[in-house]
């Protein structure tokens, strides 16, 4: 059975930090690129970040570059987003999903196939 599940969301005041850990399993994790995507409330799903384990290539949208940063452990199979300098706006559900090494890098949601049930984090003012 496919699993991802994600860890470490919670409440921050503004300029914190969190770590939030997704763990994969069920599926080869080498094979598959691993993303962050996060939904504000209102808001449509928005991909920030991706890894392919197999490489080490990272992604990032412009709007966590030089604040967030992907990671992963391949002996673990668990993928981490370090999120730093954190804003009232980065308040959303994150989730993690995996995708297609060959799609690593992709931000469209429906090209990933495995998903997690997210973790809420939330940065107060």
């Known amino acids: 059975e496919v699993q991802l599940v994600e860890s470490g969301g919670g409440l921050v005041q503004a300029g914190g930090s969190l770590r939030l850990s997704c763990a994969a399993s069920?599926?080869?994790?080498?094979?598959?690129?691993i993303g962050w995507f996060r939904q504000a409330p209102g808001k449509e799903r928005e991909g920030i970040s991706s890894?392919?384990?197999?490489?080490?290539?990272?992604y990032y949208r412009d709007s966590v570059r030089g604040r967030f940063s992907i990671s992963s452990d391949n002996a673990k199979n668990t993928v981490y987003l370090q999120m730093n300098s954190l804003k009232p706006e980065d308040t959303a559900v994150y989730y993690c999903?995996?995708?297609?090494?060959?799609?690593?890098?992709?931000?469209?949601?429906?090209?990933?196939?495995?998903w997690g049930q997210g973790t809420q984090v939330t940065v107060s003012s």
């Open positions: 999903a995996a995708t297609p090494a060959e799609y690593s890098g992709s931000y469209y949601a429906e090209s990933y196939d495995y």
């Open positions: 069920g599926f080869t994790f080498d094979e598959y690129a």
């Open positions: 890894i392919s384990p197999s490489n080490g290539n990272k």
